[in-house]
């Protein structure tokens, strides 16, 4: 996170364990999406112009092969090509995804899921102590020590 004068800019990046999608939360931060310069991109959708969008397609063009990876947006962001192989975007707060597209039935499934998350996954909180790890009640507060927070997330 970073402080200015307008407050707290954080960006996040979830990773959730057999996700197609590589997952940023931006909250006042201008995304920047970009590749080792010797790759060469190319927009089948059109370049993006600043216009608001929610997906943009790219084929990223290096070391022999070429590779398409869907861009997906929430809300719509105002991506401008800065680079040949960089887009940037003003300010933004929300998320985009990113994810390989293998063929146009595999893009179809990445397109109509961009907005689902996982929610499949089971979270413990508990303390540790030099006794062991207890579960703690939800409505309790304080934690007295010598104990600490312990989290544990396990995804199914």
């Known amino acids: 996170w970073m402080m200015d004068e307008g407050g707290c800019r954080t960006m996040s990046t979830p ?10 939360d931006y909250f006042k931060i201008s ?10 991109w190319s927009f089948p959708n059109g370049i993006p112009n600043g216009q ?7 084929d990223v063009t290096g070391g022999g092969a070429t590779t398409r990876y869907g861009i997906y947006a929430q809300p719509a962001v105002s991506f401008t ?14 998320y985009i995804r990113i994810a390989q597209i293998e063929s146009a039935a595999h893009g179809d499934l990445l397109r109509k899921y961009r907005n ?7 979270v413990q909180i508990g303390t540790e102590s030099l006794i062991g790890t207890r579960d703690i009640p939800e409505d309790t507060r ?8 312990i989290s544990t997330i396990t995804f199914r």
């Open 81 to 94: 090509r800065s680079l040949p192989n960089e887009l940037t975007s003003p300010s933004y707060s929300g």
């Open 15 to 24: 990773l959730v364990r057999g996700s197609p999608y590589v997952t940023m």
């Open 31 to 40: 995304p920047r999406i970009s590749s080792d310069p010797s790759y060469s």
């Open 142 to 149: 304080d934690i007295t020590p010598p104990s600490r927070i």
């Open 52 to 58: 608001p969008v929610n997906e943009i397609v790219v």
């Open 116 to 122: 689902q998350y996982p929610t499949s996954a089971v």
